[in-house]
Every structure is written in C-alpha cells, then in structure tokens.
C-alpha cells in the first residue's frame, strides 16, 4: 500500500498539462489586469499564484493604515474602474474589496498555492515549460506578473545580527500598537518609512528616521489638487523639467525648507529622477509635521547596529528597543525565469517603458514599469492586443483544416 500510494504521489508531481492560451505568473493587480485584457479579447489565460489569494503583497504585506498614494483614477485597472463611493484616496481594505471585484466581474480563477520554481523556453517544442512544486504546464505564451515587488529588500548593515530586539522589515509591519512606548530606529525614508514612523507616532513610540540619502518630499495634494495629477496635467503642456520646477517651487512654499530638517533635496528634480531611476518622490501625508515638532528624529546614516542600538556615520550612538527595515521589495525574476536574456540581473526588463512589455519566443512583461499601475495598465492592453493577433490567426489556420 505504501509504495502504491508514493507511485501515486510521483504521478501528481509530474503532472503535465498543456494550456492553449497565454501562462500568467502572479495573480496581483498587474495579472489580473492582462487577464481581464486577454478575455476582454477573446483569449483564454491560465494565473498561477504562488499564495492563497488574489493580491497577496496587499493582503498579507502591507500595513493597516496604508492608502493608496495617487488618487483612485489613477490607480484603477483596465476595463473596470473603482465604485464612485470609494474616497478620493481609497484604503487598503478598500483597495483590496475592489481586486476582489474586479476578479469576480471578469471571471477571473487563479490556481492558487502554484509556486513557480522554473519557467524555461523548450527549443524543440516551440513552447514554454512553467513548472511549480506539483506540476508542470506548458503553453505558447508566458505572461511575467509577478512585478517589482516580490520579494522583501534586506539591506546588509553590519552588526545586525548581534541586535537584541525584534528586527521587523515592513512587509511584517501591521501597527504601531506592536511598539508602543518604545524606541524604534526605521531604516528607509520612502513613502513607507515615513508612513510607519508617523504610525509609530500615534502609539506615542519614538521613531527616529534614518535618511542616508537625499530625498525629494512633496506634499499629496497642491493648491486644492493631487500632486501627481497637476504634474501629469502640466506634462502636456511644458517640457519635464519646467513642470519639476514648479512642484519643487510650490513643495517649498507648502513646506519649507526640507534641507533645514536633514532631508536633502536630490539635484536631479522629481519626475526626472522616477523616470530614470524609479526612485519615487515621498507624498508627505503628516510626517513632515512630526519631524519638525521633533516626535520624529531624524538621523544620518547607520555605521553598525549594536546589540542595544546603533552607530551613526556622524559619531552618535543611541539605544533602541526594534528596528524596522522600511527597505522596500525586489523582482524576484532571476530565481525562476531561466534562459532568458529579457531581464537584468535585477529583475528588470532591459529594454525600458514604454516597449519593456515583449521580449521573444512569445514571453512577456507586465507591471515592470517604475510607473505604478498606469504603466500596468498600459502593458495590459498592448500584450492582450499582440497575443490577440495571434490567437485569431492561429484559430484562422486551424479552421481551414478542419
């Protein structure tokens, strides 16, 4: 009976099944948008999704206070937009009630618990060969949707492992209510770092912000209107970096000089450094008002963690209860596409937005943009278009032999 059973168990790992439309990897908004695309023409799609659910870096990675950063329009998936309801900046909760409806709406079923260890492109079949834990799958299209932030960013700082207390990376964070009274040391200061040191805040914790770098902070909204949005209306009218003037111009007047608090200002303006670098400009949502009252510390570089705290790189050293790693994520590509010459060793497509979308032998990219889910949507449609062609003629030749 044993054996009978292992044989059986052998069978079900080796499983092969061939799938006539396109492969999706990843089953967060970047692959359920190309699936809506891809039924919206016609084309069937199999999503494989390595969690128990849809959007799961929203679901299982983010903390409780999150909001989405850009108004809702900007931030909504093809075809099917947010409830008129929904607030001008929608929450987490929020946000993810809408991925479930947008799923629902198109009918979209991943295969959920389908870890990809190795996707490879077979030479003598023409065909993409998708494999997770317990099968096998192939098919002539493979869809890359597992996006730029899969994996959580863990910076080497030397001495960390002699640390005392709880090191969190803010894929782990959900509250400040986990800190409360204590000293924290948050090491990032991108949008979440400050977010989570403003949350540490209302659980009267004190967080002191390492800034190692210079950092461009504007505030969310100007003169009445979201910030991203007068700078993509202003970029169809004025050249780039007019349109940076202007937003470093009013960011100055709304909130002073950043420079004077130990946030430097990067020479290179906003919307030039995220285009080149994807380096994303900081939306202050009330951060900047603690670290000018002093609730929020801001301090330069770390030089080693201690077991009770940390050296800074300006000779300080201070005592800490956690440290929080707000380090941000990484494509997690490299792992498991093999073959492939399409990516950097980053994770990264090569060729970049707005034709980073398609590589060869039928592989493609969405949700590598650096450009949020706008730049999402745009390779959703393209890469439902392309393989739309295909399909119908491959249909077309089918019909006329039969």
């Known amino acids: 009976m044993g054996s ?20 999706i990897v990843g089953a967060g908004p970047s692959g359920l948008a190309v699936a809506a695309c891809l039924k919206d023409n016609g084309v069937p799609s199999l999503v494989l999704e390595r969690s128990d659910c849809l959007a799961s870096l929203w679901q299982q990675r983010t903390y409780d206070r999150l909001k989405l950063h850009l108004p809702k329009h900007f931030c909504q998936l093809p075809l099917f937009g947010f409830p008129e309801n929904f607030p001008k900046y929608p929450t987490k909760r929020q946000f993810i009630s809408y991925v479930d409806s947008y799923a629902a709406h198109f009918s979209i079923q991943p295969r959920f618990n389908q870890a990809v260890v190795a996707a490879e492109f077979d030479r003598r079949l023409g065909l993409w060969r998708v494999r997770t834990q317990d099968c096998e799958y192939v098919s002539r299209w493979l869809i890359v949707a597992t996006g730029e932030n899969a994996e959580p960013l863990i910076p080497e700082i030397p001495g960390i492992e002699k640390f005392h207390g709880p090191v969190v990376h803010t894929s782990g964070y959900k509250s400040g209510s986990d800190f ?24 009267n914790a004190i967080p002191h912000l390492v800034v190692r770098n210079s950092v461009h902070i504007l505030p969310r909204d100007m003169l009445g209107f979201s910030t991203f949005g007068m700078a993509m209306a202003l970029l169809k009218w004025l050249p ?86 707000a380090t941000g994520y990484k494509s997690n590509v490299p792992f498991w ?35 949020g889910l706008l730049g999402t949507a745009s390779d959703a449609h393209n890469i439902a278009r392309d393989i739309a062609d295909q399909w119908r003629t491959i249909k077309g030749l089918l019909q006329q032999h039969l």
């Open 337 to 371: 596409l093999k073959g492939s010459d399409f990516f950097t060793e980053e994770g990264l497509p090569k060729t970049p937005f707005p034709n980073g979308w398609k590589g060869e032998k039928g592989l493609y990219t969405v949700g590598f943009t650096r450009r």
């Open 180 to 203: 409360r009274n204590k000293r924290v040391l948050v090491v990032g200061c991108g949008n979440s770092g400050m977010e989570v040191s403003l949350d540490l805040c209302r659980y």
């Open 4 to 23: 009978c059973k292992k044989n059986q168990e052998d069978n079900q790992k080796n499983r092969i099944l061939r799938f006539h439309g396109p492969i």
């Open 240 to 325: 780039l970096r007019l349109v940076d003037k202007f937003l470093l111009l009013v960011a100055t007047f709304t909130l002073g000089n950043t420079d004077r608090l130990g946030l430097r200002r990067p020479k290179t303006g906003p919307i030039e450094l995220k285009n080149a670098t994807g380096k994303t400009p900081v939306l202050d949502v009330g951060a900047l008002s603690q670290i000018k009252s002093g609730k929020i510390k801001v301090m330069g570089g770390v030089r080693e963690i201690t077991r009770n705290g940390a050296k800074f790189m300006d000779g300080q050293e201070k005592d800490f209860d956690s440290i929080i790693l």
